[in-house]
């Protein structure tokens, strides 16, 4: 049940209202050209922004920009390379009104994406460098907080022990408290189980299986989960064909009290997320045409 009660983020300007039952959506565009995930390759800044304003036309509260993916088969990129990726391209969508994230570990990256008037600073190194912290204490953006007990870009699979759930919540705690001694505030904070990273298929079933628990930090859990490998695993199925498994994990996590839902396909999430509503009794049943034929059947052309 959705039974986390409601969250406030505060960003850059304003505070985000975070309702049980109603995340946000938050849109994944790959600046880069390394992630695993991506059927089609934006090579222009012009697609790029093109794909992420269709994104926010598809129904994204927040668009989460990367020039770097996590995946450990290439190099990191050099951060000036990383900044010509993302600044960009954050600059024009902020222009345009849009509340955007920026997917890094590098101080200077963030540095130059503030700068550029992004909001959120969606950090997948568990605060390796203390310095993205220092950006988010200066700036006042939002800061997430992702478990990890990998170096970036570097394999490794702990043995938790059997206790993968517990080192989550433990690390993630610790990172609060270091994001805190920093100078973040703590309403600027988002925290991230990390599926996939550092972990086997297995493992994070286990943490996605006890997502409520995060619940307890008093901070907005954001839910990637996204073709993820974990998917893969379960539905023998390649990244391109993990919608419907997607989905599937990401009703559990909205159950689970997520508040932020971080996707490719968002339009089929939006849709997700109208229907349970719904069903869930929290939106009203909406009015529609009832001579649209559209809405009945398939008719041939």
């Known amino acids: 049940m959705t ?8 960003i850059p300007g304003r505070e985000l209202s975070l309702l049980p039952g109603r995340p946000l959506v938050m849109g994944i565009v790959n600046a880069g050209s390394d992630s695993f995930s991506d059927a089609v390759r934006h090579a222009s800044l012009g697609q790029r922004f093109d794909h992420a304003m269709g994104l926010v036309a598809d129904g994204a509260d927040l668009i989460d920009v990367g020039g770097e993916s996590g995946v450990t088969y290439t190099a990191p990129t ?3 390379v990383e900044i010509e990726l993302v600044a960009p391209l954050v600059a024009r969508l902020v222009a345009e009104g849009v509340t955007v994230s920026v997917d890094t570990w590098k101080p200077e990256v ?3 994406a503030v700068e550029a008037g992004a909001a959120i600073l969606n950090d997948v190194s568990g605060l390796a460098d203390v310095g993205l912290a220092d950006v988010a204490a200066r700036s006042g953006c939002a800061l997430v907080l992702m478990h990890t007990r990998a170096r970036p870009k570097q394999v490794s ?4 022990g059997g206790r993968v759930v517990e080192d989550v919540e433990s690390f993630l705690a610790d990172r609060i408290e270091l994001a805190r001694s920093r100078g973040v505030d703590f309403g600027q904070l988002i925290v991230d189980p990390g599926p996939d990273f550092a972990k086997t298929p297995s493992e994070s079933a286990d943490v996605l299986r006890s997502l409520a628990r995060l619940r307890r930090l008093g901070r907005p859990v954001l839910l990637p989960v996204s ?9 023998g199925r390649p990244p ?4 419907a498994g997607t989905l599937a994990a990401l009703g559990h996590g909205v159950a689970a009290g997520a508040s932020i ?11 997700y997320l ?6 869930d009794g929290l939106d009203p049943f909406p009015d529609f045409d009832g001579d649209d034929e559209r809405l009945k059947w398939i008719r041939a052309q």
């Open 157 to 160: 699979f702990p043995d938790y």
């Open 274 to 279: 109208a229907v349970r509503r719904v069903l």
């Open 110 to 112: 963030a540095g130059a």
């Open 78 to 80: 050099v951060p000036d």
């Open 261 to 271: 839902v971080r996707v490719h396909d968002v339009a089929a999430a939006v849709d």
């Open 227 to 235: 073709r993820k490998y974990v998917i893969g695993a379960i539905t």
């Open 3 to 10: 039974g986390a009660g409601p969250l406030t983020l505060r």
């Open 240 to 243: 391109h064909e993990r919608l």
